[in-house]
């Protein structure tokens, strides 16, 4: 069976940045199962895996329009430090839920100056190319739950209670 429209997919990936470091693997886990064509992962993976079949293996390179986008600077903000004030030990690095009006957003801290810190919005796997090796573990037909949901149930998905 091939990768189209309305399939259920497993795979099995390694994600690497162009420094050659793994940023994320399925290795050791469950396959990650996707509803193709319904946006469940970033577009230039889901577009390389069209027509595949279960056990190929493939090595995809994504650039940031069909990955997680390009950094947008505006997303770097200086915030005074006392909107910290119940963090003990301050770094970069950590990582809070900030509320802004598209809603809850990771941030990450970069910088801690003595009145301000400097937090970055943006995913942290934006304007990075994206080396992606992928073998395909199942390919099967979406149930009609599944295709109104726009995700996979079961294993490697979503779980409804
Ligand atoms: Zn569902």
Request: negative net charge; glycine residues 14%; proline residues 7%.
């Given at each position: 069976m091939k990768i189209a429209q309305e399939k259920v997919v497993s795979i099995h990936y390694t994600l690497k940045n162009a420094e050659g470091s793994?940023?994320?693997?399925?290795s050791g886990s469950d396959p990650l199962a996707y509803l193709h064509?319904?946006?469940?992962?970033i577009p230039g993976l889901e577009s390389a895996l069209e027509g595949k079949e279960a056990g190929e293996k493939l090595a995809v390179t994504v650039e940031p329009g069909q990955g997680y986008g390009d950094r947008d600077e505006r997303l770097v903000q200086d915030v005074p430090r006392a909107a910290f004030k119940d963090v003990q030990e301050l770094a970069p690095g950590m990582q809070f839920q900030a509320q802004g009006p598209q809603g809850t957003r990771l941030v990450v801290v970069t910088q801690v100056a003595e009145e301000t810190v400097t937090v970055d919005a943006n995913?942290?796997?934006?304007g990075q190319t994206l080396h992606f090796e992928v073998e395909v573990a199942e390919v099967r037909d979406a149930t009609a739950e599944e295709l109104e949901h726009g995700h996979v149930h079961g294993p490697g998905g979503h779980h409804h209670h």
């Open positions: 793994v940023l994320d693997s399925s064509g319904a946006g469940n992962i995913h942290p796997l934006a």
